[in-house]
């Protein structure tokens, strides 16, 4: 249910082979532009009223636009030109020590960013008690789709959201579970594996990496009908051809993973092909 509806974070930090981590939006609250290498602000050519202070949706997608444009990797945050120092190290304390552990003072260097996928406004639809369409199956945080978030998720209501539907849950639960009538254990098949050779990990490091592009590159920030057709046709050529990888070898935990996010990448494109107006964080031309 709205599984068309991903949430992108503005700035992310982005250097080759270090772990993405999230640049707060509180630094841009602070005063931060954004910028590109020669270190001129551009929120304005995108935003002209609200600048760096913009829609998380808005600047995620005008930084996009700018690494496509200019051909870049990534943008820069510029806190050292309009912060002072010492409020810097006063409040951002954190982000200035993750940072220094990849060789960056935020105090007095630009941060790499770029745009990343943050959170998923849909998932398995439940109801008020966190009940889904299957009897005893229960969903709840990101994974369930409550219709508490809309087409866009607000700050920090992810948080509440998975507070009180797990409260909510476990009393469900706490209440109907006399009821239920444990699980026939001896009538579940033992599990077969079939497989007849390992699984190749170059196959999956593969597949993965292809499934990562289709998805950023067509179903991303920007979606559009030549984009969304594209995507889905390949996406279910990958698809055909993992299931097949998975049915003739040992299973393991990357090839599960594997098979999962293809289905989950298609699940996305078909909604977002689906829905043709542009809503919240779907975002259509």
């Not at 700035?11 to 841009?28: C, G, H, K, W």
């Not at 954004?34 to 202070?53: C, H, I, R, T």
């Not at 636009?65 to 304390?93: A, C, G, H, W």
């Not at 509440?160 to 639960?173: K, N, Q, S, T």
Request: overall charge negative; charged content about 25%.
């Amino acid at each position: 249910m709205n599984s068309e509806f991903v949430q992108f974070h503005p700035t992310t930090f982005y250097q080759p082979n270090a772990p993405s981590f999230l640049i707060s939006e509180a630094v841009r609250g602070a005063g931060a532009r954004l910028v590109g290498a020669d270190g001129k602000p551009f929120m304005e050519n995108y935003s002209p009223e609200w600048k760096d202070l913009a829609p998380r949706d808005v600047v995620s997608r005008s930084i996009h636009q700018e690494m496509l444009s200019k051909d870049v990797t990534n943008v820069y945050l510029d806190l050292r030109s309009y912060i002072p120092k010492d409020k810097i190290r006063e409040l951002f304390p954190s982000i200035r020590e993750e940072c220094l552990l990849y060789g960056l003072d935020i105090a007095d260097d630009l941060i790499p960013v770029v745009p990343a996928a943050h959170y998923f406004c849909g998932g398995v639809w439940v109801d008020e008690w966190g009940r889904s369409s299957v009897e005893s199956l229960y969903a709840v945080g990101e994974v369930s789709c409550t219709g508490l978030h809309g087409a866009n998720r607000l700050a920090s209501t992810s948080l509440l959201e998975g507070l009180v539907w797990g409260v909510r849950a476990a009393e469900d639960i706490a209440r109907s579970i006399k009821d239920s009538p444990d699980p026939a254990g001896h009538e579940i098949p033992l599990w077969e594996d079939t497989g007849t050779e390992n699984a190749d990990p170059a196959l999956i490091s593969q597949d993965m990496s292809v499934l990562k592009n289709i998805m950023w590159n067509y179903v991303g920030l920007v979606r559009t009908t030549r984009r969304l057709r594209r995507a889905i046709r390949e996406l279910r050529h990958l698809e055909s051809e993992i299931e097949s990888f998975y049915r003739a070898v040992r299973l393991t935990d990357e090839l599960v993973g594997l098979r999962n996010a293809v289905r989950t990448g298609l699940i996305v494109a078909l909604a977002a092909w689906e829905n043709k107006s542009s809503v919240g964080c779907h975002y259509r031309i």
